[in-house]
């Protein structure tokens, strides 16, 4: 199973943009999955998730601003991102749990200007 993750860019503050996330393969068993993002500075950290039952949840610093989804027919995750800014800035990494393994997807980019 592959993930590809899509849909990072350049972003003014306050800005809005849309992560993708595919799956090589239906997503219907997989219990969870969710966002996290990479600066150099700092260790990867959870954004939100979502799990089979379509139940979400958000970072602190994210809540109120960004909104995790799943689409099942189409495979594949978003994250809804609002309000941006600048400390958003980061790589996004996407993962799905399948029975007992975590795949993780590469990374998409996102930069926050000021």
């Known amino acids: 199973v592959q993930l590809q993750a899509s849909g990072g860019g350049l972003v003014q503050v306050g800005g809005s943009l849309r992560l993708s996330c595919t799956a090589s393969?239906?997503?219907?068993?997989?219990?969870?999955m969710s966002w996290y993002r990479q600066t150099p500075r700092k260790q990867r950290e959870y954004v939100a998730d979502?799990?089979?039952?379509?139940?979400?949840g958000y970072a602190d610093s994210v809540k109120g601003r960004f909104t995790i989804s799943r689409d099942n027919i189409k495979r594949t995750l978003f994250l809804q991102m609002g309000s941006l800014k600048p400390e958003d800035t980061a790589a996004y990494y996407c993962?799905?749990?399948?029975?007992?393994?975590?795949?993780w997807g590469q990374g998409t980019h996102v930069t926050v200007s000021s």
């Open positions: 393969r239906n997503i219907f068993s997989f219990k969870r």
């Open positions: 993962n799905a749990v399948l029975g007992t393994v975590i795949i």
């Open positions: 979502v799990i089979a039952n379509g139940n979400t």
